[in-house]
């Protein structure tokens, strides 16, 4: 049963520390998203890839947050420094490109809170 | 751009009541449709799609139908559960595989 795995499930931190989130997509999917879901927000798009190429980060903070993947098998998402405001659950999502047909896979997310 | 509108939550039902969630959008081509639901604590996953017009999903009861002329892809279930609580999300891929837009999602709650 393939899935998107995320770690941490869980992280408190304290402001101005940095955070690692890190994502595995499904083997052999060529496209990884990062999204944020907030009550205030709601599901607010982050970063997109594909083929490991960032595609659209124009959702992220650039000043303190950045998305890479270093190879196929893992997608990271680094806050630095963190701050109170980033308290969220970030979800990682994946999938194969095939046309119009685009569903996206989503991992059961990292809820993070920075106090 | 693309865009997604859900009609406002919560939505609050008795078990056994028919549901329906609107979802209308606006996109250029001919996009692919989805509903997605998150339940308590997890991620979303995909609930059901159609990828062309007059094209019906449907998966654990839920139905929708991909109508091009009204911009609609309006979620409907004729019985509902307790289990059926959750939030949906409507969302739409366009062709070029460039842009997926999420609603802000309806939330549902089910009342034995």
């Known amino acids: 049963d393939a899935r998107v795995t995320q770690t941490p499930r869980h992280k408190v931190t304290e402001m101005g520390q940095e955070v690692t989130m890190r994502c595995q997509p499904i083997?052999?999917?060529?496209?990884v998203f990062w999204y944020r879901q907030t009550m205030m927000q709601g599901l607010e798009l982050l970063a997109y890839?594909?083929?490991?190429?960032?595609?659209?980060d124009s959702g992220m903070p650039k000043d303190r947050f950045s998305a890479e993947m270093p190879d196929a098998t893992l997608a990271t998402l680094k806050i630095q420094p963190s701050e109170p405001r980033d308290s969220a659950v970030y979800f990682c999502?994946?999938?194969?490109?095939?046309?119009?047909?685009?569903?996206?896979?989503f991992g059961p997310g990292t809820r993070l809170t920075v106090l | 751009g693309n865009s997604v509108t859900q009609m406002e939550g919560p939505v609050t039902l008795s078990e056994e009541a028919f549901l329906t969630i609107n979802c209308t959008y606006t996109?250029?081509?001919?996009?692919?449709l989805f509903w997605y639901v998150q339940y308590p604590g997890e991620g979303l996953q995909l609930l059901l799609k159609?990828?062309?017009?007059?094209d019906k999903g449907s998966n654990k009861g839920f139905e929708a139908t991909y109508r091009k002329e009204t911009t609609s892809f309006h979620l409907e279930k004729g019985s509902v559960q307790v289990s059926d609580s959750a939030v949906y999300f409507c969302?739409?891929?366009?062709?070029?595989?460039?842009?997926?837009?999420f609603g802000p999602g309806t939330r549902l709650s089910v009342l034995p």
């Open positions: 999502a994946s999938g194969a490109e095939a046309g119009a047909y685009n569903e996206q896979f």
């Open positions: 159609a990828t062309k017009a007059d």
């Open positions: 083997l052999g999917h060529n496209t």
């Open positions: 969302a739409l891929a366009d062709n070029y595989g460039q842009n997926f837009v």
């Open positions: 890839f594909r083929n490991r190429a960032p595609l659209d």
């Open positions: 996109a250029t081509g001919y996009p692919s």
